[in-house]
């Protein structure tokens, strides 16, 4: 389909094992988002790439998150040393709009469950 | 800094009935506001956007949101919901000064519409 993709749907690991989560943007979008969306937290920003550069990573909880993305297109989001508090629904996002103007385009969202 | 609040988590409403959404936001420079809505088992989508000129905006499933600048304000309004109006609903502040085009949500409501 022409819409952002992202991989695995679910996914269920234990405790201090390493994952990770993949983000297929749309076409042409040079601007890629990853989210958080816990129960009753609402949207919480992780990190935002403008090509394959991340000019913004404010929102990273530590230093067991990191992303990448390369040839301006596919990201993957890897979360080291997994604890319980890392289940949550991780959402990616994808623009090409001016910034600021908010067309943002999600996937539906990669749900972790940390045992 | 900037920050959304949505003032109920959670709306009940019985179909054909009008509903409100509350939303207020946070802000030392002017804004860009969103709603976005998460059918079940789906991902978020645009619904609608206040970028600038007329302070009241729709969207094309009637849904409506006035942009009210001196109660920092942006609540959406239907006048008669319909069952298939029930999802999440999620407001949204663009994150201006940073330039990177990410979006500040809010907590989210959750619209429950019953026959």
């Known amino acids: 389909g022409a819409g952002v993709s992202q991989s695995p749907s679910n996914k269920v690991t234990e405790k201090g094992k390493d994952v990770e989560l993949r983000c297929d943007p749309i076409?042409?979008?040079?601007?890629l988002y990853w989210y958080r969306q816990s129960l009753g937290q609402g949207l919480e920003f992780l990190i935002y790439?403008?090509?394959?550069?991340?000019?913004?990573k404010s929102g990273l909880p530590s230093d067991r998150f990191s992303a990448e993305r390369t040839g301006g297109s596919v990201s993957t989001l890897t979360i080291q040393r997994t604890q319980q508090e890392d289940s949550a629904v991780y959402l990616c996002?994808?623009?090409?709009?001016?910034?600021?103007?908010?067309?943002?385009?999600f996937g539906e969202g990669s749900r972790l469950t940390v045992l | 800094a900037q920050s959304v609040t949505q003032l109920d988590s959670q709306v009940p409403v019985f179909e054909e009935a009008p509903v409100e959404l509350r939303c207020n936001y946070s802000?030392?420079?002017?804004?860009?506001l969103f709603w976005y809505v998460q059918y079940p088992n789906q991902g978020l989508q645009l619904l609608l956007k206040?970028?600038?000129?007329?302070?009241l905006v729709e969207s094309i499933n009637g849904f409506e949101a006035e942009f009210n600048k001196s109660q920092t304000s942006f609540h959406l309004r239907k006048p008669s919901v319909h069952i298939s109006d029930t999802a999440e609903y999620f407001c949204?502040?663009?994150?201006?000064?940073?330039?990177?085009?990410?979006?500040?949500f809010g907590q989210g409501t959750t619209l429950q519409v019953k026959p």
């Open positions: 996002a994808s623009s090409y709009l001016a910034p600021g103007t908010g067309e943002l385009f």
């Open positions: 076409s042409g979008h040079t601007a």
């Open positions: 790439f403008q090509g394959n550069s991340a000019p913004d």
């Open positions: 802000s030392s420079v002017s804004v860009y």
């Open positions: 206040y970028l600038s000129g007329s302070t």
């Open positions: 949204a502040v663009s994150d201006l000064p940073s330039n990177t085009g990410k979006l500040i």
